[in-house]
């Protein structure tokens, strides 16, 4: 498997306790939604990380990666306002979403302390988690 979103599937069929798939069918489709936003936030980011090793990168592709990552994080500030996790309990969304915000700041040297109080004590409690500690890349 190698597209993040069918890694996802398969291991919530392969490992299903605890649960990170909502039962809530409504919620499913809120999940998914912010899962495919992650995806495309990530595919905007990695084209303006290639563009930018050119030696005339097209400044269209740096604007719509940038247009993108501040839409999104828009969003998700918004959502994350009166809530711990992205749609009110830890799920595969938290889990893609905060994946290419920590890519990003690992290979782009993104810097998420600007941003909201909900958006920085969301991604402080992930890094908290014993799981993401475990796959965080060490920037030694």
């Not at 498997?1 to 398969?10: C, E, M, N």
């Not at 993108?68 to 828009?74: A, F, R, S």
């Amino acid at each position: 498997l190698y597209d993040s979103t069918l890694i996802l599937h398969y291991l919530e069929k392969k490992y299903p306790i605890p649960a990170l798939v909502p039962h809530d069918q409504s919620l499913q489709w809120k999940m998914w939604n912010w899962e495919e936003l992650a995806d495309r936030m990530c595919d905007q980011n990695v084209s303006a990380f290639f563009e930018r090793q050119k030696e005339n990168p097209r400044e269209t592709v740096l604007q719509r990666c940038e247009w993108t990552n501040q839409t999104v994080i828009k969003q998700l500030e918004n959502q994350l306002k009166d809530q711990e996790y992205i749609i009110g309990d830890y799920c595969l969304a938290d889990i893609a979403m905060a994946a290419v915000m920590q890519w990003m700041k690992f290979r782009l040297q993104y810097d998420w302390s600007g941003y909201s109080p909900s958006l920085k004590n969301w991604l402080s409690r992930l890094d908290q988690r014993e799981s993401f500690k475990k796959t965080m890349p060490k920037l030694d």
